[in-house]
């Protein structure tokens, strides 16, 4: 495949995270809760999938690997969902957003999550863009890895989910003997 093919590919993915943000955004304001964007996660990934099987080489393998992005995406997209139903706004949300001035909430949360976690995903998708494309600029495959350790180690995940966690029982002793990111064998007290 050319590079014309992995450009197509990237321009159409970039295109789909901004619809499915916008719409996610949409939904977001009706329901007055933010952290629908959460179940948007992993469809993302979904739609990002089959858009580049679509503009991509269209191959046997790329409907293969389209195919398993939809059962992990739909299984992560679910998931949260499930675990989401009947919840409020995730503290997460609250927290990012708190500074917002009176009336001003949904436009900062457009800024702060929904067009910062289109941007994320489109970038950690990248390899499987390339992959699509039948391309090989192993800098692509490289940077959103560690873009997305950076965001789940240091960023929105694991910090701000501890800040929370370590008000219930039990909870410091676990981080202490636990690896936060690379698994490992528990630590001996």
Do not use: C, N
Not at 20 to 28: D, E, P, S
Not at 54 to 79: E, F, N, Q, Y
């Amino acid at each position: 495949m050319t590079l014309s093919t992995l450009g197509a590919v990237v321009a159409a993915s970039l295109a789909t995270a901004a619809l499915a943000m916008t719409l996610t955004a949409l939904v977001a304001r009706r329901l007055g809760k933010v952290s629908v964007v959460d179940i948007t996660w992993g469809l993302v990934f979904v739609a990002i999938g089959w858009v580049s099987f679509v503009v991509g080489a269209g191959s046997g393998r790329s409907l293969l690997l389209a195919a398993l992005v939809t059962v992990w995406g739909g299984r992560l997209a679910w998931h949260i969902r499930t675990r989401a139903l009947g919840a409020g706004e995730d503290p997460r949300y609250d927290t990012l957003l708190a500074d917002a001035p009176p009336g001003k909430r949904f436009g900062l949360a457009v800024r702060k999550v929904f067009e910062v976690q289109g941007l994320a995903a489109w970038f950690v998708a990248l390899p499987l863009q390339v992959m699509f494309a039948e391309a090989w600029p192993g800098v692509l495959t490289v940077l959103s890895p560690v873009l997305m350790t950076y965001i789940l180690a240091f960023a929105t995940g694991a910090r701000l989910l501890e800040s929370q966690m370590a008000k219930r029982p039990g909870y410091p002793e676990y981080v202490e003997r636990t690896s936060m990111f690379i698994p490992r064998p528990p630590k001996r007290s």
